[in-house]
């Protein structure tokens, strides 16, 4: 099992838990992106840079992917082609995408690129708050014990 992160998008906060997730439980964690980034050095963090484009780095992980692993990401479609593999899915919220919620995220997601495509609605969610971050260490902590619990 290997954590993925779609991280052009991902919020340097959430970055950071992973990181001293990947170090303390020794997990392979790999960053996607167009760009180039930071990471600390260590032997469970890397980084891929994909070139520019659209979806180029959701492709990346998705090709990548393997059955039970993890993909940190706020993308509802990347999701849905992870959770497709045999694939988990967290977003930067603490939220899981599941076979059961998957169907009805996209649905919403649809809805809300029409309007905002007709100009009805604009903006996007809100930042992300300390609830936020501490929901996701919260549900990152439980998975990585159940992996590691089935790991032994």
């Known amino acids: 099992m290997q954590i993925w992160v779609d991280a052009d998008a991902c919020p340097n906060v959430i970055k950071e838990i992973l990181f001293r997730a990947a170090e303390r439980l020794q997990i392979r964690t790999t960053l996607v992106a167009n ?3 930071r990471i ?4 469970y963090i890397k980084t891929i840079q994909v070139p520019a484009g659209f979806d180029v780095a959701d492709n990346r992980i998705v090709q990548d992917l393997e059955a039970g692993d993890l993909v940190i990401t ?3 479609p990347l999701a849905a082609e992870v959770i497709e593999k045999q694939g988990h899915a967290l977003n ?3 939220q899981f995408y599941t076979p059961e919620n998957i169907r009805e995220r ?3 997601r649809n809805a809300m690129e029409e ?3 007709s100009g009805m609605v604009t903006g996007g969610p809100p930042a992300l708050n300390q609830s936020d971050r501490q929901a996701f260490a919260n549900q990152l902590d439980r998975f990585l014990t159940r992996y590691a619990q089935k790991k032994a």
Do not use: E, V, Y
């Open 74 to 76: 706020a993308d509802i």
């Open 115 to 117: 309007m905002r495509s």
């Open 40 to 43: 600390p050095p260590s032997l």
């Open 92 to 94: 930067p919220r603490g």
């Open 35 to 37: 760009q180039p980034l």
């Open 106 to 108: 996209l649905r919403i």
